[in-house]
């Protein structure tokens, strides 16, 4: 089965940074970071595939970078002027074509506050 090792989370203040990684234990079509925090929907932060199409979160507005190192079948996410509305739960998802499955990873806890 396909397992999910995701790191840098942590506590950082209003425009810190932050750089967040997974690492997927096999090759996968298209890897990339949710958020969610209590009581609301999870939502897109960036994915990207093997070929090296991204998606971005609108509430990205360019602060948030998602890149990929495919020998390695990982992901990062440098996030730079981190709100405190940037405050989630974030979590790797690996999507894999054949057959069509996702993977979650635990998620790892991003805090910005003062």
């Known amino acids: 089965q396909v397992q999910l090792v995701e790191s840098g989370g942590g506590l950082v203040q209003p425009g810190g940074s932050l750089r967040l990684s997974c690492v997927a234990s096999?090759?996968?079509?298209?890897m990339g970071w949710y958020r969610q925090v209590p009581g609301k929907q999870r939502e897109l932060v960036a994915d990207i595939n093997r070929h090296g199409y991204i998606n971005y979160g609108d509430f990205v507005k360019g602060r948030f970078t998602i890149s990929g190192d495919n020998a390695k079948n990982t992901v990062y996410l440098q996030m730079n002027s981190l709100k405190p509305e940037d405050t989630a739960v974030y979590y790797c998802k690996a999507s894999q074509l054949y057959p069509m499955q996702d993977y979650w990873g635990k998620g790892t806890l991003v805090t910005v506050s003062s």
């Open positions: 096999e090759m996968i079509f298209r």
